[in-house]
Nanobody, 116 residues
Framework: VQLQASGGGLVQPGGSLRLSCAAS????????MSWGRQVPGKMVDWIAMITRDGSRTQYAASVKGRFTISRDNANSTLYLQMNDLKFGDTAVYFC???WGVGYDKQGQGTQVTVSS
């Protein structure tokens, strides 16, 4: 099982980024998926999830209305569109197989830095 996140970088406040997570080694379309993020010294916080068929999504209050999670099951890819980025969004972002306490795999993260 591999989960490889990409698309992070340096962005100004109010800017946008789109993260991707390429999944391999398992039947991607049969799993709920999620994104989490981690700042130094803290645990990974869950921020968004999507059901296996993409029909339902949930977001943490801190990102609701600004971030959108989506998926392409045909290409085994998970996405996170991040708009109106704020200083507090600076973190390493991870994609996960499953969500909440039910996740069982976490990939290598991608750094997002919001700075002016």
């Amino acid at each position: 099982v591999q989960l490889q996140a990409s698309g992070g970088g340096l962005v100004q406040p109010g800017g946008s980024l789109r993260l991707s997570c390429a999944a391999s080694g398992f039947a991607f379309g049969t799993y709920d998926m999620s994104w989490g993020r981690q700042v130094p010294g803290k645990m990974v916080d869950w921020i968004a999830m999507i059901t296996r068929d993409g029909s339902r999504t949930q977001y943490a209050a801190s990102v609701k209305g600004r971030f959108t999670i989506s998926r392409d099951n045909a290409n085994s890819t998970l996405y996170l569109q991040m708009n109106d980025l704020k200083f507090g969004d600076t973190a390493v972002y991870f994609c996960r197989r499953g969500w909440g306490v039910g996740y069982d795999k976490q990939g290598q993260g991608t750094q997002v830095t919001v700075s002016s």
